[in-house]
């Protein structure tokens, strides 16, 4: 039997036949103003599902026999090159659903990575198996609450109360255990989720204006949107006022913009669901509230409604049965709550009356762009320019991660960004080959580190080790430009210091002051913005407030003044004996300290006023200041060969998939939890790092703060204290002094000589390293030769077939004279490389 639909304010939706008139409208109009459409699907079923009866009549105009947009209807924004054309228009309140890449919950996702996704999908498999677990303790709970009170024979009644307390802690047992494996696959996550990727939908092979999800599983795409909601609703706690309240009370006074977006859910029978809906990309949190109002939950939208939440007439029906049509989903919340309303008594709390002010919301829809493989960035950046430019308060870190997104984009409008970090990568492979939208999506955690791959120096071998290092020091070069050198002083005459091309777009972006009025604040504020942006290459977060002291006022003058050297031949400066590059190599790891599992660098910390009151004190610097020094300063149980495996550990750990094991494939425990009991120690996740022995092998124990404070004491940090001499007094203790010194040989400023076992010790140690470094540079100085005689071939080849005339005598002679000194100089290095094969023999 037909139930005819009640009349009232919240709106039926139109027919197909309505659809396929307003998707040829868009389509002509996007032709007209030339832009790319969306796909039609994405027009018919996630846009027209969503407008009421009458409402595409007032956007649809005929003009010559085609259809079209009424001129009202849209606007078209310019952005630059950019250009995007919006649809006006009123939708059903409940048809939009929040966005979860809105970046004021940017803090709460970690970069995707595959590893990421499977370990979501345990995650999920356990948490339902923690519910089943929890259902049989609560039985077992009940049946020994019975057998406890049973009367009967005493001898059965007895064994059936122990049969059931066995039960009971058998099932308590149980939920334990899967409680210790979602804490450790909450650990391995970083206690956050991998951001979904989002790209431009193809259709035929070119991207349309829209965008669209990879596959997902059922379970985990009804995981990561309620994950993502309820952030959001974390988010907008900051609120100086209840939104849903004011929805309720005045509606929606403003428009926001959405975005027409595609969920492919994997159905448990192996189907695959493409459902089309629109995304908000601004007014995440009214979107969120509106839902509320209605009592829809988001993840019901993108994932399919039970039949059961919303049918049209009372009785039976299949709660295992998902609608997955939105104008079916929509007519039923219309039917229901204009039905509601038609009653004479209603409750003022039913959300058939307090989402009346909301039943349609005024919007503006993509509906074309030009550049359609960039529509999720341009999307991005709408949205991180209105919530920099509003009210409402942001969490720190989401705050410095937009800002620096505005500062890359900055670059980039200024046609700087390529040249920024040519500068930074003088040795890269090919940096005129960037792709400077992979390389801004990279460095904003929004894309693979692949796009970084020119900027390795050539000969480097590509992993994601030395792509997070390439990622890291351009995300520092850019917080912290270099300046030109100043020039010479001219008497009598006043002069400007050029502060180059990149520092204006600091200052610009970051509302700096002068350059000459550059202090400790805008050094410490440069810093917590370097702090964020970094964070997001990390899977594990740490407190952004762990880099303040770091970066000081003179790189925030003057440049972040890097060490150009890569992490290989920093690895094998340090093991030659080159103290620079163990410094520099430190500077390296220091994010990679701060982002750990077990954080090995942390927020200043401790008592100044005296140890015993709040522990040491150990600032972020004194950390990074010991870690250094360690490898110059004799320190007790540290050795280069701890310090170089402790390095190679640290850098290559963000990248592990598989918890660390003992060497006889036991399961470590942190070091500062030596003592703890069992149940009480940090479960043991990939990414952790086994503390290295003197000899530089792993032990049996994780590093983590206690063990690094250990290792590296803050007194290492401090200034190193001496003698100021002997007590006279003590004429005995003077004279074995003496004596020692004596026997020891000295210097004549009094300095002992170094034992020559130990001189020998440290040469066998660092010689094969410093043999690659000269090595490595003699292969790239081959290579540059090879390089420039094919470059003058190239030139002889074009001037002959172009016959142009040759160049001055002058030019020709002064690059000759370059090339000779060259030779001489090889000629020489070579007579040198031979004296030292014959050295080889005799060590």
Request: aromatic fraction near 4%; glycine fraction near 6%; charged fraction near 25%.
């Amino acid at each position: 039997m037909v139930t005819k639909r009640p009349d009232g304010i919240f709106p039926y939706i139109s027919n197909e036949a309505y659809a396929q008139r307003l998707a040829d409208a868009i389509e002509n109009t996007c032709e007209d103003q030339g832009v790319v459409p969306p796909p039609r699907v994405a027009i018919t079923e996630g846009l027209a599902t969503a407008l009421g009866d009458t409402e595409i009549k007032s956007l649809v105009a005929t003009q010559r026999g085609r259809r079209v947009l009424k001129p009202a209807a849209y606007r078209l924004v310019q952005a630059g090159a950019d250009k995007v054309l919006l649809l006006i228009c009123d939708v059903h309140g409940a048809a939009v659903v929040p966005w979860d890449l809105n970046d004021r919950t940017v803090s709460s996702w970690t970069p995707p990575s595959p590893e990421a996704t499977e370990r979501v999908e345990a995650l999920v498999a356990t948490e339902a198996a923690l519910r089943d677990a929890e259902k049989a303790r609560k039985v077992a709970e009940k049946e020994r609450e019975a057998r406890r009170r049973a009367p009967g024979d005493e001898t059965y009644a007895a064994e059936a109360l122990a049969a059931a307390e066995q039960k009971h802690a058998e099932a308590a047992a149980r939920v334990r255990e899967i409680e210790s494996e979602r804490n450790a696959l909450l650990a391995a996550l970083g206690n956050r989720r991998p951001r979904p990727v989002v790209r431009a939908v193809e259709e035929d092979g070119e991207p349309k204006a829209a965008l669209t999800l990879a596959e997902q599983p059922y379970d985990v795409a009804v995981h990561l949107q309620r994950y993502a909601a309820d952030n959001l609703r974390r988010a907008g706690k900051t609120r100086g006022y209840d939104l849903t309240e004011s929805l309720v009370d005045a509606g929606q006074l403003s428009k926001g913009m959405n975005v027409l977006q595609q969920w492919q859910i994997k159905n448990p029978d192996g189907t695959v669901s493409r459902l089309w809906r629109m995304a908000a990309v601004t007014a995440n949190n009214r979107s969120l509230a509106r839902l509320d109002i209605f009592d829809v939950r988001p993840e019901h939208l993108v994932t399919g409604m039970p039949q059961s939440l919303v049918p049209v007439q009372k009785g039976k029906s299949d709660p295992t049965l998902l609608l997955l049509s939105q104008r079916e989903i929509l007519n039923r919340i219309s039917f229901r709550f204009n039905e509601a309303n038609a009653e004479r008594e209603t409750n003022p709390d039913d959300p058939s009356t307090r989402a009346g002010k909301i039943a349609t919301v005024p919007t503006e829809i993509v509906i074309g762009c030009n550049k359609p493989a960039a529509l999720e960035h341009v999307l991005r950046a709408l949205n991180v320019n209105d919530h920099l430019r509003g009210i409402q308060p942001y969490d720190e870190d989401a705050r410095l991660i937009a800002l620096f997104a505005t500062l890359v984009d900055s670059y980039a409008k200024e046609g700087l960004l390529g040249a920024a970090l040519a500068e930074t990568f003088p040795g890269a492979r090919g940096a005129d080959l960037l792709d400077l939208g992979g390389v801004r999506d990279a460095l904003t955690a929004n894309g693979p580190l692949d796009a970084l791959e020119p900027l390795i120096p050539a000969g480097e071998d590509v992993s994601s080790v030395t792509l997070r290092d390439i990622a890291v020091r351009a995300i520092t070069a850019l917080v912290f430009p270099e300046l030109p050198p100043a020039p010479a002083p001219q008497t009598g005459k006043r002069t400007v210091r050029d502060t180059g091309p990149y520092w204006p777009i600091v200052k610009g972006t970051l509302q700096e002051p002068a350059w000459s009025q550059t202090r400790a604040k805008t050094a410490e504020a440069r810093t917590r913005l370097w702090s964020a942006a970094v964070a997001q290459l990390y899977l594990h977060r740490g407190n952004i407030l762990s880099a303040l002291g770091l970066f000081a006022v003179p790189e925030a003058k003057w440049g972040s003044g890097q060490d150009p050297r890569s992490l290989s031949e920093l690895l094998l400066g340090a093991e030659a004996g080159d103290a620079a590059a163990w410094a520099a190599l430190a500077q390296r790891m220091a994010p990679t300290l701060i982002h750990a599992p077990e954080p090995l660098i942390t927020p200043g910390q401790g008592s100044e006023a005296g140890d015993g009151r709040k522990g040491v004190r150990r600032t972020p610097k004194s950390a990074l200041a010991a870690l250094t020094l360690a490898y110059s300063e004799k320190t007790p149980n540290v050795s280069r060969e701890l310090l170089l495996a402790f390095a190679r550990a640290v850098l290559e750990h963000p990248d592990a998939t598989q918890a660390p094991e003992t060497v006889d494939g036991g399961r470590p425990v942190c070091y500062g939890e030596r003592d703890w009991e069992e149940g009480e120690r940090t479960a043991i996740v990939p990414g952790m790092v086994l503390a290295p022995d003197t000899e530089g092998r792993p032990t049996s124990y994780v590093a983590d703060k206690a063990w690094f404070d250990e290792t590296f004491p803050v007194e290492l940090g401090r200034a190193l204290q001496t003698n100021a001499g002997v007590d006279s007094t003590d004429k005995g203790a003077a004279s074995t002094d003496s004596a020692a010194s004596a026997d020891a040989g000295t210097t004549s400023h009094g300095e002992v000589l170094p034992d020559p076992r130990d001189q020998l010790a440290a040469l066998r140690r660092e010689l094969p390293a410093r043999v690659e470094l000269v090595e490595g540079s003699y292969q790239r100085s081959v290579d540059s030769a090879h390089t420039l005689l094919t470059d003058f071939e190239e030139a002889r080849r074009l001037r002959t077939q172009l016959s142009e005339e040759a160049m001055p005598a002058d030019q020709r002679i002064e690059w000759m004279e370059k090339l000779a000194k060259v030779r001489d100089a090889a000629q020489a290095s070579v007579t040198t490389l031979n004296q030292v094969e014959a050295l080889i023999l005799q060590i």
